[in-house]
């Protein structure tokens, strides 16, 4: 396994448990910052833009979160309810109501005055319509990576850490995975899941990822009506742009991030902190003063992290280039994380057999041209 991110470790632990030998090589120490999973929290949803299929992995990916949890002792998702707003000249949701209704899942429509009654903390305009998810909440990031790290040890995988991979070579039926520390290794089958560092494998490997700089702050509230176990996790779709975001847990303010947008970056280019653009903060201010004005107080914090987005910004997860031995898992585009658990069983699956259950057709390297 190249990479032991969240979709890397989890893979490794699903892996492990099956008995089948693993190793796990990241260039930095999981959980880190280098990546996409930093940053306390990610948002899990059921009622998904990208049609059934992404429904019942979401559905899926609960289920296996819910089991790490038990097993870990630990918490790990927190049903907060997810509510999903949208101007209608950006998005509708018949759609995504329609698919999340057909395959049973809890899900309310709301408008404008609802959503204001329910939670006075927003303020949108009267077209304004919302896609309210009961059951959806946040997952506890860093604690879930950490969480599959355990059960990937505990199960006999092992994991090289700080450890960079140099070069990729075909090895007859097999690669050979050279790092920069620990020599050489010959694997009979690799899974490559290396994030926004996918550029670092290239000529071995060349997909169409594109590394991005994004931000979140946590911004001080007015009032308890933001806090967890009140105020739900939220995606907000408008003419400025998308934006997500998560109650005041235990004070530490509400967190909100752009998901469009953000700025191009190489693995091996400067990687400026938060607040070096003042759009880092101001973008962010922007959307919490017009629609959250009471959560657009003192910045508490600020950070960066990595997305890695396909063209379409839908997974790629796919053999590479027909080999047998060879999977790939990658482009997950900042709205990945969620998945990492199914994924990681998904990857299990193709390692172990060649084939899966779960319907990944949508994600498919083929529907690139590559050969452009």
Not at 276 to 284: I, K, Q, V, Y
Request: proline residues 5%.
């Amino acid at each position: 396994m190249v990479g032991a991110g969240s979709m890397g470790m989890s893979a490794g632990a699903h892996l492990a448990r099956r008995g089948i030998r693993i190793l796990l090589i990241d260039a930095f120490d999981p959980p880190h910052k280098e990546g996409s999973h930093h940053g306390d929290t990610r948002l899990i949803r059921h009622a998904y833009h990208g049609g059934p299929s992404y429904i019942a992995l979401a559905i899926r990916a609960h289920e296996l979160w819910n089991e790490l949890e038990e097993e870990s002792g630990d918490t790990l998702l927190v049903t907060s309810g997810v509510l999903n707003l949208s101007s209608p000249q950006v998005y509708s949701y018949r759609e995504r109501l329609e698919d999340s209704l057909r395959l049973g899942l809890q899900i309310e429509h709301l408008d404008a005055a609802e959503i204001h009654k329910r939670w006075p903390g927003f303020t949108v305009p009267e077209d304004y319509m919302g896609l309210y998810e009961p059951d959806a909440g946040y997952l506890l990031s860093e604690r879930c990576v950490s969480a599959y790290r355990m059960a990937a040890g505990e199960a006999g995988a092992e994991l090289l850490a700080n450890t960079r991979v140099v070069r990729l070579e075909e090895r007859g039926e097999g690669v050979s995975v050279h790092t920069d520390k620990m020599g050489v290794f010959h694997a009979a089958k690799v899974i490559l899941s290396a994030g926004a560092w996918f550029q670092t494998l290239e000529p071995y490997v060349t997909l169409p990822i594109t590394p991005v700089r994004k931000t979140v702050g946590w911004f001080g509230t007015a009032g308890a009506q933001f806090d967890a176990g009140r105020f739900p996790g939220f995606t907000l779709n408008t003419p400025e742009g998308g934006y997500y975001g998560f109650p005041n847990i235990a004070g530490t303010g509400l967190k909100i991030g752009r998901h469009d947008g953000g700025k191009v970056w190489s693995p091996g280019e400067p990687y400026l902190p938060f607040g070096s653009d003042p759009d880092d903060e101001g973008d962010l201010r922007k959307a919490l003063e017009a629609y959250i004005p009471g959560a657009a107080g003192a910045l508490k914090r600020g950070m960066v992290c990595k997305y890695e987005r396909t063209p379409d910004e839908d997974f790629i997860i796919d053999r590479y280039n027909g080999y047998s031995h060879v999977w790939i898992a990658g482009g997950f585009s900042g709205h990945g994380f969620k998945f990492s658990s199914v994924v990681g069983e998904i990857l299990a699956d193709l390692a172990e057999t060649g084939t899966t259950r779960h319907d990944i057709g949508l994600f498919s390297l083929s529907r690139f041209n590559l050969n452009k």
